[in-house]
């Protein structure tokens, strides 16, 4: 149980581009879903918390407008990276809390954004 | 807001020996603290997780205990093995909502 799938793994865009990213629990009802961002050997950094039907909480120091965050249900949250730049690359990982444990987080697989 | 702090940064261990993470934390509210194992290029893994409302928890070959007087926390891993070797991070919560994690640590079992 409390499995989160995230999709797409790995995806390669120009300049310019917007890139949307999916998070889905997919035996469970997220309560709450987070997206993080993690650069290479480092920590994750929180980047919004996003709960069904309402509009995302985004962390200090993170474009609303950039990065794009609609939950549209129980089981699907998505990501949107718009007009992509190179210094956007990074692995985005999103989570979900819910199901039999409310506590905890439960991540995705990532997703590995590179902005040519 | 909440601080978490990590030590060490890394950590390289003999096969068969004790590894021990520890973590502090500032906000006295915060009640929950999970722990993460991340292998390279893949998501983290939940492997122990405490509530405020007790000291120790165990599973296996992983303990964590928490001191809620100090804020602070710790991860003991006994019997090392080289599938062991990952990042690990902690965290602080007030619960449901959302994380903040330590910095992370770089285990290495050496065989």
């Known amino acids: 149980g409390a499995v989160v799938s995230q999709h797409p793994s790995r995806v390669i865009c120009k300049s310019g581009t917007s890139v949307k990213i999916e998070c889905r629990s997919l035996?469970?009802?997220?309560?709450?879903m987070f997206w993080y961002r993690q650069f290479p050997k480092q920590s994750l950094m929180l980047m919004a918390t996003?709960?069904?039907?309402?509009?995302?909480?985004?962390e200090q120091g993170v474009e609303k407008d950039k990065f794009l965050i609609n939950h549209a249900s129980l089981t699907l949250s998505t990501l949107t990276v718009t007009s992509a730049h190179p210094e956007d690359s990074s692995f985005y990982i999103c989570?979900?809390?819910?199901?039999?444990?409310?506590?905890?987080?439960?991540f995705g697989p990532g997703t590995r954004l590179t902005v040519l | 807001g909440e601080n978490v702090e990590q030590h060490p940064s890394t950590l390289s261990v003999q096969e068969g020996d004790s590894a021990v993470i520890k973590c502090t934390y500032s906000?006295?509210?915060?009640?929950?603290f999970p722990w993460y194992k991340q292998e390279l290029g893949k998501r983290p893994q939940l492997i122990i997780d405490?509530?405020?409302?007790?000291g120790e928890k165990k599973d296996q070959r992983i303990a964590v205990t928490l001191n809620k007087t100090a804020k602070h926390f710790s991860l003991h891993i006994t019997e090392t093995q080289p599938e062991d070797s990952a990042v690990y991070f902690c965290?602080?919560?007030?619960?449901?909502?959302?994380?903040?994690f330590g910095t992370g640590t770089s285990l290495t079992v050496i065989p």
């Open positions: 965290a602080a919560s007030m619960s449901g909502n959302q994380f903040y």
């Open positions: 996003s709960n069904e039907g309402s509009k995302a909480t985004y």
């Open positions: 035996d469970f009802q997220a309560t709450t």
């Open positions: 906000d006295s509210a915060s009640n929950y």
């Open positions: 989570s979900a809390a819910g199901g039999g444990n409310t506590d905890t987080q439960y």
């Open positions: 405490i509530r405020s409302n007790v």
